[in-house]
């Protein structure tokens, strides 16, 4: 890799110095560096990237994983390999810290890494004459929730045409094996191996004894309708439509994947007990 694009969050990176530093260390090794700095907006999202140049190899993300799913999301469709500099907390995703630099700039650039691909996810909502109210993708999940108060909703979950079960509850998170260490795991859902190809739905404090969290391969289609007012979906936490009685979200595994480099190949159950103990 010879050509990276550096994503800098500047809430976290606040002078920049590690941005400014890692893009040095990249040019003396003869490297093209292009820079875009993104900052948080009001609604907790992060600005888009812009200007993406032909010839991109790799894309550094400095921040926290917040970071790196939004620049996930954005580079989507181009599929450029992401490694992700920890600025953050627990950092799954972006999991070299600063004091690393060096040994991953020499790796990058010499060919000593490893591709992982993750599951990405295509969310539509619609509204209940079936006319597409917005999709987007996610890489972590897809959440309906309620809002404008602490209260349940009702829920019917469909799989692949066939009612499955109705749900009362705060509301229903559909994760990617990656999502499953986030808000999915929070709520009570299982974890799984990030590089897996199957989808979680988990309900969100749900009003009964006996609700577990069902496991669905990559092959179905989820389908979430809302039986009341008042709740809305969100995208990896961003991008919220709001969902009236009758309209419905549609959950199916993107064409569109997310590649990782991986620097240094280790076991997933490693790397999950050393974040637990953070």
Request: glycine share 8%.
């Given at each position: 890799?010879?050509?990276?694009?550096?994503?800098?969050?500047a809430?976290?990176?606040?002078?920049?110095?590690?941005?400014?530093?890692?893009?040095?260390?990249?040019?003396?090794?003869?490297?093209?560096?292009?820079?875009?700095?993104?900052?948080?907006?009001?609604?907790?999202?992060?600005?888009?990237?812009?200007?993406?140049?032909?010839?991109?190899?790799?894309?550094?993300?400095l921040?926290?994983?917040?970071?790196?799913?939004?620049?996930?999301?954005?580079?989507a469709?181009?599929?450029?390999?992401?490694?992700?500099?920890n600025?953050?907390t627990l950092?799954?995703?972006t999991?070299?810290?600063?004091?690393?630099?060096?040994?991953?700039?020499?790796?990058?650039?010499?060919?000593?890494?490893?591709?992982?691909?993750?599951?990405?996810?295509?969310?539509?909502a619609?509204?209940?004459?079936?006319?597409?109210?917005?999709?987007?993708?996610?890489?972590?999940d897809?959440?309906?929730?309620?809002?404008?108060?602490?209260?349940?909703?009702?829920?019917?979950?469909?799989?692949?045409?066939?009612?499955?079960?109705?749900?009362?509850?705060?509301?229903?998170i559909?994760?990617?094996?990656?999502?499953?260490?986030?808000?999915?795991?929070?709520?009570?859902?299982?974890?799984?191996?990030?590089?897996?190809?199957?989808?979680?739905?988990?309900?969100?404090?749900?009003?009964?004894?006996?609700?577990?969290?069902i496991?669905?391969?990559?092959?179905?289609?989820?389908?979430?309708?809302?039986?009341?007012?008042?709740s809305?979906?969100?995208?990896?936490?961003?991008?919220?439509?709001?969902?009236?009685?009758?309209?419905?979200?549609?959950?199916?595994?993107?064409?569109?994947?997310?590649k990782?480099?991986?620097?240094?190949?280790?076991?997933?159950?490693?790397?999950?007990?050393?974040?637990?103990?953070?």
């Amino acid at each position: 890799m010879n050509h990276f694009l550096i994503v800098a969050n500047a809430d976290r990176d606040k002078k920049l110095l590690v941005t400014c530093d890692l893009k040095e260390r990249l040019e003396e090794r003869g490297a093209e560096v292009d820079l875009h700095i993104t900052k948080a907006c009001p609604d907790g999202s992060y600005s888009s990237l812009i200007n993406i140049k032909e010839g991109v190899e790799c894309v550094l993300v400095l921040g926290g994983d917040g970071t790196f799913i939004a620049a996930a999301r954005d580079i989507a469709e181009r599929e450029i390999p992401m490694l992700g500099v920890n600025l953050g907390t627990l950092g799954f995703l972006t999991d070299i810290e600063v004091s690393q630099l060096d040994t991953a700039i020499d790796s990058l650039m010499n060919g000593r890494y490893e591709i992982e691909e993750r599951m990405l996810l295509c969310g539509k909502a619609f509204h209940k004459n079936g006319t597409l109210k917005g999709e987007t993708r996610a890489l972590n999940d897809v959440v309906l929730h309620t809002s404008g108060g602490i209260r349940m909703s009702d829920y019917t979950l469909f799989v692949n045409d066939s009612e499955l079960s109705d749900f009362r509850a705060d509301g229903m998170i559909v994760c990617t094996p990656t999502g499953s260490t986030a808000y999915s795991m929070s709520a009570g859902g299982p974890i799984v191996e990030p590089t897996a190809r199957m989808m979680a739905v988990t309900p969100i404090c749900p009003h009964t004894l006996n609700t577990r969290s069902i496991v669905l391969s990559e092959q179905s289609e989820i389908c979430i309708r809302v039986n009341n007012s008042g709740s809305e979906v969100s995208f990896d936490g961003h991008n919220s439509l709001p969902l009236d009685e009758g309209d419905y979200v549609v959950v199916r595994p993107s064409r569109k994947v997310t590649k990782i480099v991986r620097i240094e190949k280790g076991s997933f159950l490693a790397v999950l007990s050393t974040k637990f103990q953070s």
